[in-house]
């Protein structure tokens, strides 16, 4: 039997043209056929390698003491020193319970709430109405955190903020002192994340809900079933897959904070800090006092080696559970 490389050689021998091994030839095949599609494919694989894979190259500074006069790479190596660093602080047990805390209610709260919204925008027979109301809804999202800050600071503003000398003042309370009272703000911060983001969890379960085939409904409808049963029974079920992959997504980043949220509508104020300290505003009041570079490059590493395992843990259960709505 003349096996492929014999037969190359071969034809070598004879002048003729070298057969291409068929794996080889059968990519090529593919490559060539698909060219077009694999042109379009050509930008978005850029994009990433670009601002997703070759910033990877920088996770070496959490394992140096970096200085500015050798660079990144003649920096000296210092091990795990710099993740010593962070979690030897007293502060360790704040910030990561801060952190998990608040993302754990911001998760609950955002999904129940925007399916709920979802569900009612979808049950309303105006849909002009629906579509002002979702937008209205929707154009939070868009602020910036620093527009929001402004926003927030007049209503708690302690000279004239609305909430001082209108609501507290009608009802004959004292006026409070909202950025010095660390105790009120694991309610504030809840409601100004949920205002903020509800529109766009909205957004995503409403367009889930209105691909949901009528011929559900009417089946129901024709069998009695009201429309709290409907919801209940076809409505959640199957929008449940679009729910658990945003929740897995979501539980992958409780690890990190939205810093303009925990930084900017506090003011950074000292005396919050036994509430609203996260790790995010933590390293980066690190590395504006003491300038310590490979510390805040640790903190980012240890979030994202965290949530990528409880990405793959969330997932893991969702497979146990039911492995048809599993992500992965």
């Not at 952190?99 to 925008?121: D, E, G, K, P, R």
């Amino acid at each position: 039997m003349i096996t492929h490389e014999k037969r190359n050689a071969l034809d070598t021998r004879l002048h003729l043209p070298v057969r291409l091994h068929p794996k080889r030839s059968s990519m090529l095949g593919y490559l060539l056929k698909h060219k077009v599609l694999l042109l379009m494919l050509l930008p978005g694989v850029v994009f990433l390698l670009i601002n997703n894979y070759l910033p990877m190259f920088g996770i070496i500074i959490a394992f140096k003491n970096i200085n500015y006069v050798d660079g990144i790479l003649g920096s000296p190596w210092v091990g795990l020193d710099n993740f010593k660093f962070l979690f030897a602080t007293s502060d360790a047990w704040i910030i990561t319970r801060n952190t998990v805390l608040y993302n754990f209610v911001f998760i609950i709260l955002n999904l129940v709430i925007a399916v709920s919204i979802a569900i009612a925008l979808n049950e309303l027979k105006n849909k002009l109405a629906a579509k002002f109301y979702q937008s209205i809804m929707f154009f939070p999202y868009f602020l910036s955190m620093v527009v929001v800050s402004y926003l927030v600071f007049a209503f708690l503003n302690v000279e004239y903020g609305f909430i001082n000398k209108g609501i507290l003042a009608m009802f004959g309370l004292n006026e409070l002192n909202w950025y010095s009272e660390p105790k009120y703000w694991p309610f504030i911060l809840p409601l100004i994340n949920l205002w903020k983001g509800v529109g766009y969890g909205c957004v995503i379960y409403l367009a889930a809900i209105i691909g949901i085939d009528s011929e559900y409904y009417e089946a129901a409808l024709i069998d009695g079933a009201s429309k709290w049963k409907q919801i209940l029974h076809i409505t959640i079920p199957l929008i449940r897959p679009v729910i658990i992959i945003t929740t897995i997504l979501a539980i992958g980043g409780i690890f990190r904070s939205d810093f303009g949220l925990f930084y900017q509508t506090t003011l950074n104020s000292g005396a919050l800090y036994p509430t609203t300290l996260v790790i995010d505003t933590y390293v980066y009041n690190a590395l504006i006092n003491m300038g310590n570079l490979g510390m805040s490059a640790a903190a980012g590493l240890y979030q994202s080696i965290v949530g990528f395992f409880l990405v793959l843990g969330s997932n893991w259960i969702v497979r146990k559970v039911d492995k048809d709505q599993a992500v992965f």
